[in-house]
């Protein structure tokens, strides 16, 4: 069983970065499928990134792609999503999530629902 701890979230002007990490305990990564998501007050949960335990299958949302990428430390074992070109319709809270699907998978599920170990959640406002 893994156990996920986000943090890097805070405040940022339109245009701005932030360095979130999903720092995982337990278990080893490397046999899980990672996703981002977000969610903003009164919004649907949305995944806005993906990896499988495959390291170089990687997905992204429409409206982020570009903007974030999402990378795996196997020393450290943590995930983490880097965020440029930050925007007001960024603000929400996001969580890691993960999955396990064993090594060298390509999945890497779309819906929260298909995901079993959740963070507790970073706060990430965008605003001038």
């Known amino acids: 069983q893994v156990q996920l701890v986000e943090s890097g979230g805070g405040l940022v002007q339109p245009g701005g970065s932030l360095r979130l990490s999903c720092a995982a305990s337990?278990?080893?990564?490397?046999?899980?499928?990672i996703g981002w998501f977000r969610q903003a007050p009164g919004k649907e949960r949305e995944a806005v990134s993906r990896m499988s335990s495959r390291k170089d299958r990687t997905y992204y949302s429409y409206s982020v792609k570009g903007r974030f990428t999402i990378s795996r430390d196997d020393v450290d074992n943590t995930v983490y999503l880097q965020m440029n070109s930050l925007k007001p319709e960024d603000t929400a809270v996001y969580y890691c999530?993960?999955?396990?699907?064993?090594?060298?998978?390509?999945?890497?599920?779309?819906?929260?629902?298909?995901?079993?170990?959740w963070g507790q959640g970073t706060q990430v406002t965008v605003s001038s």
């Open positions: 337990g278990s080893g990564l490397d046999n899980y499928a």
């Open positions: 999530a993960a999955r396990l699907v064993g090594p060298n998978s390509d999945f890497a599920p779309l819906w929260a629902y298909e995901y079993d170990y």
